[in-house]
Every structure is written in structure tokens, then in C-alpha cells.
């Protein structure tokens, strides 16, 4: 346990690093936040019927570019992926740790320092803009805490989910092509793309059976208060099973993958 | 011309030799621009319509903006990965030897995969030209192929200005992304429904607007535009001759990094 909570420790600090990249990642949030509230805004100027009210909306936009890095499940960790191309894995596998963890960790960390140097910031320039354009809080104190909660259970699952990508990657040399794949697929149902109490019914169906949402759409909702208390509470132990599933499932996974390993070369 | 499509015909068939690395990414990429397509798709069956736009006008302007930069995306990839040929002294190769160093840095590299964003953006062109009631004239016509031309021309501008600027910096080039991508997403809808301020400078400064809102203002008979308004696609090329410009400042000042 010791060794896994250095290994995090040491890869938290090596992603806090890169500060450049996160201020662009920051300007980059900014812009598209500032974007799609306009789209929005000419879409809600048509005054039909909404499924979520204007404040709700625009804080929705800017939790969800806040947190663009921590619930995003397209989290390239170029280590691993080159490890599996060079054929280090194999190396990593003679270590007396279990390599599911080790992944593991290895991402949390990674995804952990890399969103934490975007989302103070942006949650602080997002709170002061002015007006109906900028973020709320949240309505209810409760809200906030149902919100830290899923948001957190929401990183374990997108972990989990995200190990099992990885995984596949053992059978492939395309990383890029399987990554970005599951990428987008992930991303739509997970509500990044719009907002899913904005699809047809058939879709939110189809979002609401599938594990995804509950990385983004269900924090999020909590959020702005688009979920109440009970949904919110039901939706937690939805999480919970979920995030056993895919973690057996990885581990199953990792030990089928890396028993059929043949390393090439010497 | 002939030395540029060799280099694409080597990089075909070098890419052939992975067929379904190939496919996955053809297919990522694809997806990508699919589901940004869906988005809107959806957002404007849910609404409707967009400051009094419908869907298949909408599509209209989605798709021009898409075409652009995936075509500027499939054979700009030298240019987009500048910034690596400075890092790496790879351009220095490049600056010995007698050849146009624009063309050489674009033959260096290629990017067939984009091919599934162009027919994806033709797609919905053509859907858009179908489901609008448009009383075509030979001018439309005309009017039509200078937008297709103009998104590509700015998409390469703007390109060109990313690749211009790693001379001075290699950092951060991935800010210079947002005009890019941004730029595509934000076309993708008419120009006039953000505000005036924001409008404005995707209109003088640089010119997404131009290449698509203005002149459907034209071709679909909306509010009574002037005909030159037909021309607007036209700012584009001058937004080339600025980043050209800046490309060769950036070229006859260029020192080597060293060995």
C-alpha cells in the first residue's frame, strides 16, 4: 500500500509540471465555455419550453469546462501506451506489484494533477464573470455535497473504465485509432457533447443504461440542482455497482491479456 | 506539383501497409466529427431552429466549415507539425536543399485518414443543397464553389500562421489549436448568432463569417444582402497573404538551434 501511495505521490508532482500546457488548456476552457453559452443563448432565444433552466445551463457549461481534465475519459497517459509498444510492459510485469494497480494509480494521478492546475482557475474566472453568464453556486447545501461525492465516484468509475481501454491496447499496435474511438463514444454518452436532458428520448434512454453519464451528467446536474436529493441518492449506489463491475472486469482483463503476452525481440 | 503528389503517393502507400491501424483511425476520425455533427443535429431538432435558421440551413454552414479544415487537415500535416521539424533541426535539412521549402515542408507529411471528414462534410452539404429551397442561378453556382474554395484557403492560412509562429516559440502550440478547432466549431453555426463584439472579430479580424454566413446570405435569399456580399469568401485570401507574409519573416530571420 506504502509503495502505491508514493508511486502516486510521485506522479502527482511530475504532472504538475507541465504549467504550460495547463494554461492553455485553461484559455482553451474559456473560450469554448464562452462559445457554446452563446450558441445557448441564440437557441434559448426562441423561448420554447427548456429542460433546464438558463442559470442552470450556464453553470453547467462552466462545471463542465471547469472540470473538463478530471472527468474527461480521453486521458492519454504516453508512458503506458509506449510501454506497450516498446514492449517495457514486460519489465513492469516482472515487478512484485500487481500491474492493474500500478496502472491504476498511474492514471488517477496523472488525470489528478493535470485537472487540478486547470480547475482552480477556471472555477475562480468562471465565478466572476458578471451577470447571468457566469457560474453559480449551487442551490442547496446538500447539493454541493451529493455533488463532491459523485464527482468523486465519478473519477473512480472513469479510471476504472478507462483501465479497460487500456487493456484492449494489448491487442492492438493502433492505440491512437482504439483510444480515440472509445473517446468519443464515451464522451457523447457521457453527456459531454449536449447535455442529455436535450436528446430524444430514445438517447437518454440508451445514456441512462450505460455507465458513462455518471462520470459527468449526473455531478454536473447535481450541481446546477437539475437532480434532486433522492434521484441523486439512488444514482450513488448506480455508481457504486458500476464501478465494481469495471473494476472486475479490468482485473479479470489485465491477468487474460498479459498471460497471452509475447514480447518480441530480445 | 509532381514531386508533391509522389510524397503523397509514398505516405499512401507507407500507410497501407498498416490496414487496420489505418481503418481505426480513419474511423476516429471520423466519429469525432460525426458526433459534433450529431450535437447540432440534435440541439436543432430539439429547438427547431437557430436565430432563424433551420436545420438544413445550418448544415449548409457545418458543412463548409468542416470541409475546410478537414481538407486543410489532410494535406497540411507537414505544415501542422512544424513546430517538431524546428524543435528536432529537421528544417535545417530542409533550408540546404534546393527546392521551394513551403512545398518541402508540406510534402513531408500526409494524412489520408481525414478522407472520412470530407465525404462526412460533403454529405451534409449535399443534404443541405437538397432540403433548402434554393432558386439556383449559374451565379450561385459560382457563388458556391468560391465558398468551398475560401474555407479551404483560411483553414490554410491559418495553419500556416500556427506553423509560422513556432520560428519564435515551439511552446504552447497547442493555444494556436483553438483558432483552428475553435474556429471550426464556431463557424459551424451562422456567424450572427453570437454577440456583436464576438461576431465581429470572426468577421474582420479573422474571417470564418466570410466564408460561409455572408454568402448564404446570398445564395438562400435571406434579408436582401447586396450581391457582393456573394464575394465575401475573397477576405480569406487576403488573411493568406498575411500569414504568407509572416511565414517569410519568420523564415529569413530563422537561426538554427544549433548542431
Known sequence: ?266 | MSLYLKSIWMKLKCDAQYKISFILITLSTSLYSLVSILGIWILLDKFGSIDGWTRSEVMLTTSLALFGHAVVEMFGRGLDHFHKQVNNGLLDRILVRPRNITLQVLCSDFEPSKIGRIIEALAILIYGIVTVNIKWTPYKIFTLLLMITGSMTLFFAILLLKASFSFWTIEGMEAMNIISDGGRELSSYPISIYSKWFANIFTFIIPFGCINYYPLLYILDKGNVPVWYSLTPLAAVIFLVASYGVWTIGLKQYKSAGS
Open chain 1, 1 to 266: 500500500m506504502k509503495s502505491y501511495l508514493s508511486f502516486f505521490k510521485l506522479r502527482f508532482s511530475v504532472g504538475l509540471q507541465y504549467r504550460f500546457a495547463a494554461i492553455a488548456g485553461v484559455l482553451t476552457q474559456i473560450f469554448w465555455g464562452f462559445m457554446l453559452i452563446m450558441i445557448y443563448e441564440a437557441y434559448y432565444r426562441a423561448g420554447i419550453e427548456t429542460p433546464m433552466e438558463w442559470a442552470q445551463l450556464v453553470s453547467y457549461v462552466w462545471i463542465g469546462q471547469s472540470l473538463f481534465a478530471f472527468t474527461y475519459l480521453g486521458y492519454k497517459d504516453k508512458d503506458i501506451i509506449e510501454s506497450l509498444v516498446t514492449g517495457q510492459v514486460s519489465y513492469e510485469l516482472v515487478r512484485p506489484s500487481n500491474l492493474y494497480w500500478f496502472w491504476y494509480i498511474k492514471l488517477a494521478a496523472g488525470k489528478l494533477a493535470s485537472s487540478v492546475l486547470r480547475f482552480i482557475p477556471m472555477i475562480i474566472i468562471a465565478s466572476l464573470i458578471p451577470g447571468e453568464y457566469g457560474l453559480n453556486a449551487p442551490p442547496t447545501f446538500t447539493a454541493l455535497i451529493l455533488f463532491i461525492i459523485t464527482l468523486l465516484l465519478g473519477f473512480i468509475l472513469s479510471i476504472a473504465i478507462l483501465m479497460i481501454v487500456y487493456i484492449l491496447l494489448f491487442y492492438t499496435v493502433s492505440s491512437r485509432g482504439l483510444f480515440n474511438i472509445a473517446t468519443v463514444i464515451t464522451d457523447f454518452f457521457a453527456g459531454g457533447t449536449v447535455p442529455i436532458p436535450f436528446m430524444p428520448i430514445a438517447l437518454q434512454t440508451i445514456c441512462y443504461a450505460l455507465p458513462f453519464r455518471l462520470i459527468m451528467d449526473l455531478p454536473f446536474r447535481i450541481y446546477v440542482g437539475n437532480i434532486g436529493t433522492t434521484e441523486a441518492l439512488q444514482s450513488i449506489l448506480i455508481q457504486i455497482v458500476w464501478i465494481v463491475i469495471t473494476t472486475l472486469i479490468g482485473s479479470a482483463f489485465i491477468n487474460k491479456a498479459t498471460r497471452r503476452l509475447e514480447v518480441q525481440g530480445g
